[in-house]
């Protein structure tokens, strides 16, 4: 039999209280998104709930917030779109084909380094390039900065799908007479769409919360995101905390989303390069 | 699954089919590179020309004048501006002592979580939701978060401590306080990544042997020192690696929380390249300065690559 042993309990007690650290910001931001500012102001825990945060942030008259999650969209889509064909294409490519490791190991090499780069690094040539191709402060700017930001995970995260595939199922398929192209995307496309899931999501949740980008290729609304929003109501407006909270939460919504429905495709792509070498 | 067999095989060959199958048959033999090659190009124009662009920045004085751009070549005179340039020393010891200190807390933090949860059999899923969180949502709504906290007058960690009838600092209006104020917020954004790798690593780990050190009588301290600690090394070596190289990332929150104040407290180099960019709008420079913190992040990559084939082979 057993004996009884109090470790347990503090072993759960400790990590609950990591828990806790983790939630009290996001909890305490939800709660002032839903205050009146005298209720913010007071401190108490009771509070009369109220809507008038995020119908101010979502008033046209009042904020471009609306304006800005169309953006948000129109970016974090596009990249997702962009990233995929790219990356699907490139690690099909890369796993079921014979390269040179010369080859291989040159661009995975080139894929992993900009993963590892700062993106401050990259503000001034992709600025000139926006600037020469004359789609500065447009959502095209904030999208060509994304696909930088997000083709190493999609790209590493596809090949690890593309490399669990036996080779004898796509050879059955050339046998029947299919091409490259039909067995691409009749039999290897459609085994792989977990993958494709995981990276598309990571890829939508990681254009969709970059602040750098988007700051520094544009300067009005019309191709601002949702991040630089934030930011300007934070430093324009730093009484507007309830605002400021909505702003806050609303953004974080995909990522709880991801979060709740999808996270055992994620926690790999987010290990990127500590599970490889 | 059926396929339907190639065309040529069953219409007539009428000359304009043949040509279009030997099109056909011309890029299905080298399917491999059509499919290779959006990636190279978009790595071309998005990788290789930028990279060349920047360093041709650093050896100039680049200005847009009227929509176009005006470039004149300088030389290392970028050199001699970063060595007479007050903040740049400080920003590298604020970056050094930012990026030191978070990774050793956060590798701390998670061993220690990590541990206990491997250890646990209920809940172990709800830590990792949990845990998950931090590295999704957007670091702009961290900085926001973190800003309500720590605000003077209205802010949670304050009126806590007004409860219990302490008045608050400024927090990250403070010199002294505002940079672990900073470390405390990479603390909730970061340490999750660190717990997932180490996780990751325990639960790899062949349970036998555990189970063959407790037979042969070892407490569980000592099983966690020799054998443990060991295995679990190299996944050490690697989270530490490439969270230091992550950590030269760092800029969304400070930008949020202090914009690098006050006055240098917590300027970081990622920073003080965009405001020399944005702000002060010296292309040149900015890019002077970004090459050199690229060089920094290479040497760490060559660094780290010697450092993980050693700790694996």
């Given at each position: ?23 009290v ?33 979502f ?33 099909y ?41 004359n ?130 495709f ?12 | ?17 043949v ?61 001699e ?9 400080v ?7 930012f ?62 401590l ?28 970061w ?27 070892a ?95």
């Open positions: 039999m057993k004996k009884f042993s109090i470790e347990p309990i503090f072993r759960h007690g400790y990590l609950m209280s990591v828990v806790a650290f983790t939630l910001p996001i909890l305490f931001t939800l709660a002032t998104s839903f205050k009146y500012f005298r209720d913010i102001i007071s401190g108490s825990l009771t509070f009369t709930p109220t809507l008038v945060n995020y119908q101010r942030l008033d046209p008259s009042q904020s471009n917030f609306v304006r800005l999650t169309f953006n948000s969209l129109v970016v974090a889509a596009g990249t997702m779109v962009i990233v995929l064909v790219i990356a699907s294409l490139a690690a490519s890369l796993s079921r084909f014979r390269w040179r490791p010369l080859w291989s190991g040159l661009l995975l090499g080139t894929i992993l380094f900009i993963h590892m780069l700062p993106p401050v690094t990259f503000l001034g040539p992709f600025y000139l390039i926006a600037r020469s191709l789609i500065y402060d447009t959502v095209l700017a904030v999208i060509m900065g994304h696909i930088i930001l997000n083709l190493p995970t999609a790209t590493w995260i596809l090949l690890d799908f593309f490399a669990e595939i036996p080779k004898e199922l796509e050879e059955a398929a050339m046998v029947d007479g299919a091409t490259h192209f039909q067995s691409l995307t009749r039999v290897l496309l459609p085994m792989i769409q977990p993958g494709i899931a995981a990276a598309g999501a990571l890829a939508f949740i990681f254009s969709w919360r970059d602040f750098l980008f988007s700051l520094s290729l544009t300067s009005t609304p019309r191709g601002m995101t949702i991040p630089v929003g934030i930011s300007s109501f934070v430093q324009e407006y730093s009484i507007r905390y309830g605002e400021m909270a909505a702003g806050a939460f609303f953004a974080m919504i995909p990522a709880l989303l991801l979060v709740a429905f999808a996270q055992r994620i926690i790999k792509g987010l290990t990127l390069g500590a599970l490889k070498g | 699954m059926r396929f339907t067999t190639k065309p040529s095989n069953l219409s007539p060959a009428s000359s304009q089919a040509r279009v199958n030997r099109l056909g048959d011309f890029i299905d033999r080298t399917f491999q590179y059509w499919t290779i090659a959006p990636l190279i190009i978009t790595l071309l124009l998005l990788v290789a020309y930028p990279s060349i662009q920047l360093i041709r920045m650093s050896v100039s004085e680049v200005d847009i004048v009227k929509g176009e751009t005006v470039w004149e070549f300088v030389g290392l005179k970028h050199l501006t970063a060595m007479q340039d007050p903040v740049v020393p920003a590298l010891k604020n970056t050094l002592v990026v030191i200190a978070v990774v050793i807390i956060e590798t701390f933090l998670a061993l220690i979580i990590s541990l206990l949860v491997s250890r646990s059999k209920h809940l172990v899923g709800f830590y990792r939701t949990v845990m998950l969180i931090p590295m999704l949502v957007p670091p702009i709504a961290i900085g926001t978060m973190w800003r309500l906290m720590y605000d003077y007058n209205y802010g949670f960690i304050n009126q806590a007004a409860l219990i009838g302490i008045s608050g600092p400024t927090w990250t209006a403070d010199p002294n306080l505002a940079m672990p104020s900073i470390i405390l917020v990479d603390l909730w954004h340490t999750s990544f660190m717990f997932l790798i180490i996780l990751a690593g325990l639960e790899s780990m062949p349970q036998e042997i555990n189970e063959a050190g407790r037979v042969d009588g407490s569980e301290s000592q099983i966690l020192r020799y054998i443990t600690l060991p295995l679990l090394r190299p996944t050490l070596v690697t989270a530490v690696m490439l969270r230091t190289i992550f950590a030269f990332k760092v800029f969304d929150e400070i930008f949020l929380l202090t914009g690098g104040g006050p006055g240098t407290a917590t300027e970081v180099v990622s920073l003080y390249i965009y405001d020399v960019f944005s702000k002060q709008f010296r292309l040149g420079y900015a890019s002077f300065l970004a090459l050199g913190l690229a060089l920094i992040i290479s040497l760490f990559v060559i660094f780290y690559r010697r450092i993980g084939r050693r700790a694996q082979g």
